[in-house]
């Protein structure tokens, strides 16, 4: 069966320092992954997604970059955090089919102080 | 630009008493609808998912209603539960993979 981790599950930060948040999946080979940013009490903002090694679209213009350095292997960037950074990061991962459906990580709750 | 419409915000709901989330959608693109329930501090986590072939489909106490024409779609929780209490996120599919969310429903069911 398919697992997605994500680590740090807790991160705090002081603004201005640099961020790194992985995601990786098992059990499947060639997924579609992808980021989203949750804050408090709100919905779910997608912000990348890559269909294969080094393919990596940005849907929301921002600080943050990504990077998909092996095929089931999602990093998440940043080389300045802001406040504005805080939240709850989702990495997700889908089959290369039209069939599948997006399956979520556990999480990662990041604080910028 | 929102592209799925959810609502309501919240609801509280007695044990055992129905609880009914809607979602409106206006991109016919959209091929997949998928529900998810989402408790604090944990990821999303697909409940239940219909095709717009598809009008109704039932999982145990979950029912999705589906209405094309109207582009529509309701979440039915019956017999809802306190273990129910919960975010639940609507959602349309791109054909790609790209999903398209509603901004969620927090759920109380009091004891």
């Known amino acids: 069966s398919q697992t997605i981790h994500q680590w740090p599950a807790t991160l705090v930060q002081p603004v201005g320092s640099p961020l790194s948040l992985e995601c990786t999946v098992e059990?499947?080979?060639?997924?579609?992954l992808y980021w989203y940013r949750q804050a408090a009490g709100r919905g779910l903002q997608l912000l990348f997604y890559s269909v294969g090694i080094g393919q990596i679209s940005s849907e929301v213009p921002q600080n943050l970059s990504a990077s998909r350095p092996q095929d089931r292997q999602f990093i998440l960037s940043s080389k300045k955090l802001l406040l504005s950074d805080s939240g709850f990061y989702l990495c997700a991962w889908s089959g290369g089919f039209v069939q599948e459906t997006q399956y979520f990580g556990p999480g990662t709750r990041l604080l910028v102080l | 630009q929102q592209q799925v419409k959810q609502s309501p915000q919240s609801l509280i709901v007695q044990k055992g008493g129905i609880s009914i989330i809607n979602c409106a959608y206006e991109n016919t693109a959209f091929d997949y609808f998928p529900w998810y329930q989402q408790f604090p501090g944990k990821g999303p986590a697909l409940l239940i998912a219909?095709?717009?072939?598809?009008s109704e489909k039932k999982e145990g106490r979950f029912t999705i209603s589906f209405n094309k024409s109207a582009k529509q779609f309701s979440l039915h929780i019956m017999d809802s539960q306190p273990g129910d209490s919960a975010t639940y996120f609507c959602?349309?599919?791109?054909?790609?993979?790209?999903?398209?969310f509603g901004a969620g429903t927090q759920v109380v069911v009091t004891p």
């Open positions: 059990g499947t080979s060639n997924p579609n």
């Open positions: 959602a349309a599919r791109f054909s790609w993979g790209k999903l398209q």
């Open positions: 219909i095709r717009p072939d598809v």
